[in-house]
Nanobody
Framework: QVHLVESGGGLVQAGDSLRLSCAASGLNITSYRMGWYRQAPGKEREFVAGISGRNTYHIDSVKGRFTMSSDNNKNTVYLQMNRLKPEDTAVYLC????????WGQGTQVTVSS
């Protein structure tokens, strides 16, 4: 059974940093396209960053502030978020796409101004 468990969210002030983690079990992250999405209240779910092989991708609004990485030994992906802004407030969800598509439950990130 596949599980993706996010952690690391919280309430921070604008300009602060957080590191989100997504621990995977039941699958090998090297065999999947791993990604982070976010969903803010009243808005559609938005792709934030992804890893496929050796390539990483980040949307323009987070480039230079967020960095996605992976630790294959720990079967975990991360999202380092620096210089957070109030508009980054959302539930952040981890995904794995490949032989099936899987989602975590999400972790709340709230950035106060």
């Amino acid at each position: 059974q596949v599980h993706l468990v996010e952690s690391g969210g919280g309430l921070v002030q604008a300009g602060d940093s957080l590191r989100l983690s997504c621990a995977a079990s039941g699958l090998n992250i090297t065999s999947y396209r791993m990604g982070w999405y976010r969903q803010a209240p009243g808005k559609e779910r938005e792709f934030v960053a992804g890893i496929s092989g050796r390539n990483t991708y980040h949307i323009d609004s987070v480039k230079g502030r967020f960095t996605m990485s992976s630790d294959n030994n720990k079967n975990t992906v991360y999202l380092q978020m620096n210089r957070l802004k109030p508009e980054d407030t959302a539930v952040y969800l981890c995904t794995a796409a490949g032989k099936g598509d899987y989602w975590g439950q999400g972790t709340q990130v709230t950035v106060s101004s």
